[in-house]
């Protein structure tokens, strides 16, 4: 039996402090979204600014990220690269670079998942998110 690390609530908040300073320090309006191991919410936070889809788009890829233990833009990839059965899998909708797992001790304990600017930028902003963890 293993033992895993779990997010606590200061732990998400630091993540979205985080990702919030990457975003505001660029001018992107943005949705940051962070989620547990089992891609359930555990924050969501919407820039003043950001169009209302990324409020639906940003948990998609954190729950991907998570869920899928990857980047979503691995899956984005994948897809682009001709593997268009993959849009099939159950449960992972947010299939664009922007989630970005959060992975301690080789285990994904949650991810974070930004929507709002071009896909580079929203995983800039998720990157600097899991960041601030300094696992």
């Known amino acids: 039996m293993k033992t895993q690390a779990t997010l606590e609530l200061s732990d998400v908040k630091r993540m979205a402090a985080a990702a919030e300073a990457e975003a505001v320090k660029n001018g992107w309006a943005v949705t940051i979204a962070i989620v547990d191991?089992?891609?359930?919410?555990?924050?969501?936070?919407?820039?003043?600014g950001c169009a209302p889809m990324s409020a639906y788009i940003a948990p998609a890829k954190a729950r991907s990220a998570a869920l899928g233990r990857r980047e979503t833009k691995n899956f984005e990839e994948m897809i682009n690269n001709g593997r268009t059965a993959?849009?099939?899998?159950?449960?992972?909708?947010?299939?664009?670079?922007?989630?970005?797992?959060?992975?301690?001790?080789?285990q994904c304990i949650g991810a974070v998942g930004v929507s709002g600017v071009k896909a580079p930028q929203d995983a800039q902003v998720a990157h600097a998110g899991v960041a601030a963890l300094g696992l």
């Open 37 to 48: 191991a089992g891609g359930h919410p555990l924050w969501l936070q919407r820039l003043d």
């Open 86 to 106: 993959f849009l099939s899998v159950p449960q992972l909708d947010g299939l664009m670079e922007g989630g970005v797992p959060v992975v301690k001790d080789g």
